[in-house]
């Protein structure tokens, strides 16, 4: 499982830093919002980046993504419906379909 | 004596004078300057006519595709009191609906301008290609954070791995791919059924299996409701 938190960036996160990865399909895919996954990070002790990223949380839930708490300590996720800003880790997966039998 | 050739696009014999520029009227209802609807659908039929009809042609090359003709270079000697006939009875020999581009001979400046546009299309396309490759390894490079060491391993040898449901009752082999690449594993070992479930907009393969494998370990009972599942027979699983 993820070893650390940091292990999801290039770059380690600050101690107050959380992250959120948001698979983009290609077909939403912007320079500035890559396709495959784009990460969002903020700091838990900042109001105003914590405000900032519930805003683009909500905006992904709207779009019918389903959110997952996921911890760095190896434990399983956990689908959560509403913003934690406490949360380390949270990852946006796509709504997903039935496929042809 | 002319040249008689097919159009380079479309499949249109397009009649030509000894010099190489196109002869315009090659049938009374159809000229050659035209952007026509043709319809057919025996194009070898329509092009053996045509060939055969064409009496002192060469031995030419055709590759018969779908809809269109893949013109070869050669050129067939023919009389001229052969022309109109020939093209009647090629045209007459098609039968179903295609888009029949008929253009003439392209100018020096039209032929610059073709190239222009085919470089750009191959600049969109390599551009979309490098975009593609560069999400699909920020994908794999996710998802490998989110296996455990076994899983990694699994995956990086097998292009699969296994995961248990929360309860621990079933055990998900999800393989590399999009849609269909989830099985459930007996507890001996066999294959007794296939779920298909994918996200619903294209996306990283490697994404797909992240999704599947969070959803399966969260919401199982979501995951197989939106899933569709083909249960295999116990004999065909043995």
């Given at each position: 499982?993820?070893?650390?938190?940091?292990?999801?960036?290039?770059?380690?996160?600050?101690?107050?830093?959380?992250?959120?990865?948001?698979?983009?399909?290609?077909?939403?895919?912007?320079?500035?919002?890559?396709?495959?996954?784009?990460?969002?990070?903020?700091?838990?002790?900042?109001?105003?980046?914590?405000?900032?990223?519930?805003?683009?949380?909500?905006?992904?839930?709207?779009?019918?993504?389903?959110?997952?708490?996921?911890?760095?300590?190896?434990?399983?996720?956990?689908?959560?419906?509403?913003?934690?800003p406490d949360a380390q880790c949270?990852?946006?997966?796509?709504?997903?379909?039935?496929?042809?039998? | 004596?002319?040249?008689?050739?097919?159009?380079?696009?479309?499949?249109?014999?397009?009649?030509?004078?000894?010099?190489?520029?196109?002869?315009?009227?090659?049938?009374?209802?159809?000229?050659?300057?035209?952007?026509?609807?043709?319809?057919?659908?025996?194009?070898?039929?329509?092009?053996?006519?045509?060939?055969?009809?064409?009496?002192?042609?060469?031995?030419?090359?055709?590759?018969?595709q779908t809809q269109t003709y893949?013109?070869?270079?050669?050129?067939?000697?023919?009389?001229?009191?052969?022309?109109?006939?020939?093209?009647?009875?090629?045209?007459?020999?098609?039968?179903?609906?295609?888009?029949?581009?008929?253009?003439?001979?392209?100018?020096?400046?039209?032929?610059?301008?073709?190239?222009?546009?085919?470089?750009?299309?191959?600049?969109?396309?390599?551009?979309?290609?490098?975009?593609?490759?560069?999400?699909?390894?920020?994908?794999?490079?996710?998802?490998?954070?989110?296996?455990?060491?076994?899983?990694?391993?699994?995956?990086?040898?097998?292009?699969?791995?296994?995961?248990?449901?929360?309860?621990?009752?079933?055990?998900?082999?999800?393989?590399?791919?999009?849609?269909?690449?989830?099985?459930?594993?007996?507890?001996?070992?066999?294959?007794?059924?296939?779920?298909?479930?994918?996200?619903?907009?294209?996306?990283?393969?490697?994404?797909?299996?992240?999704?599947?494998?969070?959803?399966?370990?969260?919401?199982?009972?979501?995951?197989?409701?939106?899933?569709?599942?083909?249960?295999?027979?116990?004999?065909?699983?043995?």
């Amino acid at each position: 499982m993820i070893q650390t938190i940091g292990d999801i960036l290039r770059t380690p996160l600050a101690e107050n830093q959380s992250v959120m990865a948001i698979m983009i399909s290609y077909e939403d895919g912007k320079p500035e919002r890559p396709a495959g996954d784009y990460k969002v990070t903020w700091d838990r002790s900042k109001p105003e980046e914590v405000a900032h990223v519930r805003k683009t949380f909500n905006e992904w839930r709207a779009n019918g993504y389903m959110a997952y708490k996921v911890r760095p300590d190896g434990q399983r996720a956990e689908v959560i419906k509403n913003f934690d800003p406490d949360a380390q880790c949270i990852i946006f997966a796509p709504p997903m379909q039935g496929g042809a039998r | 004596m002319h040249h008689f050739r097919p159009a380079d696009a479309g499949g249109c014999p397009l009649i030509y004078n000894a010099m190489g520029m196109p002869i315009s009227k090659v049938s009374s209802t159809i000229t050659a300057s035209d952007n026509c609807i043709y319809t057919y659908a025996t194009p070898n039929t329509a092009w053996q006519i045509w060939a055969e009809q064409s009496v002192k042609g060469t031995q030419q090359t055709y590759t018969p595709q779908t809809q269109t003709y893949t013109p070869q270079a050669y050129t067939i000697h023919y009389t001229s009191s052969q022309v109109d006939y020939i093209y009647q009875r090629w045209v007459q020999n098609m039968v179903g609906a295609i888009y029949c581009n008929v253009e003439p001979v392209e100018s020096a400046e039209e032929i610059r301008a073709r190239q222009r546009k085919e470089a750009l299309v191959r600049e969109r396309i390599e551009r979309a290609r490098v975009i593609r490759d560069e999400a699909n390894h920020r994908a794999e490079k996710l998802l490998m954070q989110f296996l455990n060491d076994r899983q990694r391993e699994q995956f990086t040898r097998e292009r699969f791995f296994e995961v248990a449901s929360a309860d621990g009752n079933r055990r998900y082999r999800i393989k590399e791919g999009w849609a269909g690449n989830v099985e459930v594993i007996s507890p001996e070992g066999v294959i007794i059924e296939t779920l298909c479930i994918h996200p619903t907009k294209e996306m990283p393969s490697a994404d797909n299996l992240l999704a599947q494998k969070l959803m399966i370990e969260t919401n199982e009972e979501l995951f197989r409701k939106t899933a569709n599942i083909t249960r295999i027979p116990a004999r065909r699983a043995a």
